[in-house]
């Protein structure tokens, strides 16, 4: 119960550092297969703005190019415009995929000014995501 604990303080202190430098993080390899992520990130902001051709989004980058390209690829794919500067209609994401320490396990934070908060871990070695979520806000519903 202790670990439980402290990995959700982790993961909502990663999220407000990410949070506070408009910026997102990774430790995605390069060359990881992120499309088990990226596919999930997109299904999320679909659920949640059910028309994408009327939602713009802003992505934070994470320093990961090919992960950050994999993740507008995939939103444009689903009918998103993806924007390059923030404006009043943009919908900015911001994303922390991180290890969890001593484990086979990492984590999807992710963080809309909208609203949108959500957590989830997945299998660091096959990108399968756990059927738990960690945490799921929204203002939106």
Do not use: W
């Amino acid at each position: 119960m202790k670990i439980h604990v402290l990995f959700l303080l982790l993961v909502s202190l990663l999220s407000s550092c990410a949070q506070q430098s408009n910026r997102s993080y990774t430790t995605l390899l390069p060359g990881a297969e992120s499309q088990t992520i990226t596919d999930f990130i997109t299904e999320r902001l679909m659920a949640e703005y059910p028309r994408p051709s009327e939602q713009s989004l802003l992505f934070f980058a994470s320093g990961n190019k090919p992960f950050d390209k994999a993740l507008e690829d995939s939103a444009r794919t689903a009918g998103f415009r993806v924007e390059t500067m923030p404006s009043d209609e943009t919908i900015t994401v911001q994303y922390v995929i991180d290890d969890v320490k001593g484990t086979n396990a990492s984590y999807i934070s992710l963080k809309t000014d909208k609203g949108l908060n959500i957590s989830r871990t997945f299998d660091n070695t096959t990108y399968a995501l756990n059927s738990t979520f960690l945490q799921q806000d929204t203002k939106n519903e």
